[in-house]
């Protein structure tokens, strides 16, 4: 499989084809709501993928092809899902692993790629992949964003013109965190402080500081800390984060 990244073949084509899938998967959603207001523009999506060089896309026709009647396997990895979306969605990784694992066994791909906006997805893809002996290779892709500071997602099209407004608080914050950190804060009080205020109107599901490798939560930040954080504007669900660095920024 061809790797790309941000719209360039990073293997010549002639080693590979590049393909997606796109499906909503319904089993890692808790909410019934969020899962049938989730933004789907197949068509949309199609035309962008074709724009950067997809040779293929899967797109099942309704959920029972990827969910036949009677399926009762489900993929769970314990541990890494204890905090942060772990612990304000519950089930939504036993609902990601499952839908992963199966799209892998049916692609077989050499590279898969998943962003690190979605850090704590990404950390337990891997480790599915590792204790699966899973072929190929989990790569991580840098997370986007757009003009206005917000990482890309597809909940984004849900925003309303003053909802986009109001979620610019969420990079903001982020920013902030880190010219703290910049600025030599270690504490989690001190580099979290006025959260709430500074994320206002939203409402916050979690803003933690965790280690980047084990998914805990920390008391003292260092080079590698995760601050990440998920919180609604107007009733949309958004996640960011960051890890911070003690490197000097280029």
């Known amino acids: 499989m061809t790797l790309m990244s941000e719209g360039r073949r990073l293997v010549p084509p002639d080693q590979g084809e590049l393909a997606m899938s796109i499906f909503v998967n319904p089993t890692q959603?808790?909410?019934p709501n969020d899962l049938a207001d989730y933004p789907r523009?197949?068509?949309?999506?199609?035309?962008?993928?074709a724009s950067v060089g997809v040779d293929m896309a899967f797109c099942p026709l309704d959920n029972n092809i990827l969910y036949p009647p009677g399926a009762s396997t489900w993929v769970d990895v314990h541990g890494l899902d204890q905090h942060l979306c772990?612990?304000?969605?519950?089930?939504?990784?036993?609902?990601?692993?499952t839908i992963v694992a199966k799209l892998w066994q049916l692609v077989e791909p050499d590279f898969s790629l998943f962003g690190e906006k979605d850090f704590q997805q990404l950390a337990i893809i891997r480790r599915m992949h590792r204790d699966l002996f899973l072929r190929g290779e989990v790569v991580g892709v840098p997370t986007k964003r757009e003009p206005d500071g917000l990482?890309?997602?597809?909940?984004?099209a849900r925003l309303s013109p003053e909802a986009r407004i109001q979620a610019q608080a969420l990079p903001r914050f982020l920013t902030l965190v880190r010219e703290r950190f910049a600025a030599g804060e270690r504490s989690i009080e001190g580099l979290l402080a006025d959260a709430e205020q500074a994320l206002q109107p939203g409402e916050i599901h979690y803003v933690s500081a965790v280690d980047s490798a084990r998914l805990v939560p920390v008391n003292t930040a260092g080079n590698g800390t995760l601050i990440a954080a998920a919180v609604s504007f107007a009733g949309v669900r958004l996640i960011d984060n960051l890890v911070l660095s003690e490197a000097a920024p280029r």
């Not at 304000?88 to 036993?94: E, K, L, M, N, V």
């Open 29 to 31: 959603f808790n909410d």
């Open 41 to 49: 523009d197949e068509a949309g999506d199609l035309d962008k993928a």
């Open 86 to 97: 772990g612990a304000t969605r519950p089930g939504h990784f036993r609902g990601v692993c």
């Open 151 to 156: 990482a890309m997602s597809s909940r984004n």
